[in-house]
């Protein structure tokens, strides 16, 4: 089984910065990519940033220029540094991770599993 713990979450002014973190511990092999989504009241859950293991990072337009995501892989953490911040980004955000596990690999097996966190609550107001 896998965790990914998150923190870094809150309330902050419009303008203003946060720092997400995420780390995932327990049943890995390895990591092909760690991400955060994030839900508002009243949508679905949408894409913010992915960073692949060895690809590109893929950002959503609305947040290009102001967050920045990134890897600590020897950590087995992603983090997601929001500057800029506007009350749109008021959401729950939620990592991601898919991830190989060491039994699956002990047995031959490279399945990649889809993990969430349990999500973190950002909110942007004056």
């Known amino acids: 089984q896998v965790h990914l713990e998150e923190s870094g979450g809150g309330l902050v002014q419009p303008g203003g910065s946060l720092r997400l973190s995420c780390a995932a511990s327990?049943?890995?092999?390895?990591?092909?990519?760690m991400g955060w989504f994030r839900q508002a009241p009243g949508k679905e859950r949408e894409l913010v940033a992915v960073?692949?293991?060895?690809?590109?990072?893929n950002y959503a337009d609305s947040v290009k220029g102001r967050f920045t995501i990134s890897r600590d892989n020897s950590k087995n953490t992603v983090y997601l540094q929001m500057n800029s911040l506007k009350p749109e980004d008021t959401a729950v955000y939620y990592c991601?991770?898919?991830?190989?596990?060491?039994?699956?690999?002990?047995?031959?097996?490279?399945?990649?599993?889809?993990?969430w966190g349990q999500g973190t609550q950002v909110t942007v107001s004056s």
């Open positions: 991601n991770a898919k991830i190989r596990s060491k039994s699956d690999y002990a047995l031959g097996y490279r399945r990649v599993y889809n993990y």
């Open positions: 960073e692949p293991s060895g690809g590109s990072t």
């Open positions: 327990g049943n890995i092999f390895s990591i092909d990519a």
